[in-house]
């Protein structure tokens, strides 16, 4: 079954705004990782953020980790129309089958 | 230089055909992957290898059948092809264990009329 939920769906923002996704799962993780995915390619690892870390920064990407709520957020900062594409959460599962479990992701539009 | 690179990048069929997606890394990862994406962007593993040897196999029909000749290539067959494989196939591959932080390829559009 899915593990990961990303909300919203869809969000639409002005160049220069923040964008804010949240993902949300349901069983225990080792790690999260978020990807991005423009239109007809394939995903790019953006961010990985460890079960015993609580916020991770890499250039304007902010990620933060509560695993008492299993819930994760993706902070884009003075976004771009170049950061136009759609992100996905997607969490490190443990125990048994370990693997990378895929939200449905968050199509994100930056408006010039 | 492409780090993980797949053939065909477009691939349009009958059903009840038999075709092939090939994928190679260059990265010198130890695992390899194939995921399906469906039409609503939804993205599943399907199998992976570690150093050729199969790990994860999910409930994928026995019509798919993943090769590695060699830790740095990780083919999908598929026989008997029907509507319902209509995707987005990605390779993918990572360093050490699943749950690693994953490279992908871009994608192969597979299209069963």
């Known amino acids: 079954s899915q593990q990961g939920e990303e909300d919203p769906q869809a969000l639409s923002i002005q160049e220069g705004e923040n964008a804010t996704m949240n993902c949300s799962y349901k069983?225990?993780?080792?790690?999260l990782q978020w990807y991005r995915q423009n239109s007809g390619r394939g995903l790019v690892h953006l961010i990985l953020?460890?079960?015993?870390?609580r916020e991770k920064h890499s250039g304007r990407l902010r990620v933060t980790l509560d695993t008492s709520k299993k819930s994760s957020s993706l902070l884009i900062t003075a976004s771009r129309a170049a950061d136009t594409a759609s992100y996905f959460c997607?969490?490190?599962?443990?125990?048994?089958?370990?693997?990378?479990?895929f939200g449905k992701g968050t199509k994100l539009t930056v408006n010039p | 230089d492409t780090a993980v690179s797949q053939t065909p990048k477009y691939l349009v069929t009958q059903m009840g055909n038999d075709k092939s997606i090939k994928c190679e890394q260059n990265l010198g990862h130890d695992t390899m992957y194939w995921y399906k994406q469906d039409s609503k962007k939804f993205l599943k593993i399907m199998f992976s290898y570690n150093n050729k040897e199969l790990i994860i196999n999910e409930t994928v029909p026995n019509r798919f059948s993943p090769k590695s000749p060699d830790k740095a290539h990780l083919n999908l067959h598929i026989n008997s092809l029907e509507l319902g494989d209509s995707a987005v196939y990605f390779c993918?591959?990572?360093?050490?264990?699943?749950?690693?932080?994953?490279?992908f390829g871009p994608g192969t559009r597979l299209t069963v009329l």
């Open positions: 997607a969490t490190g599962t443990q125990g048994g089958s370990e693997k990378l479990v």
């Open positions: 069983t225990s993780i080792n790690n």
């Open positions: 953020i460890r079960s015993n870390e």
């Open positions: 993918a591959s990572s360093r050490g264990g699943n749950t690693d932080t994953q490279y």
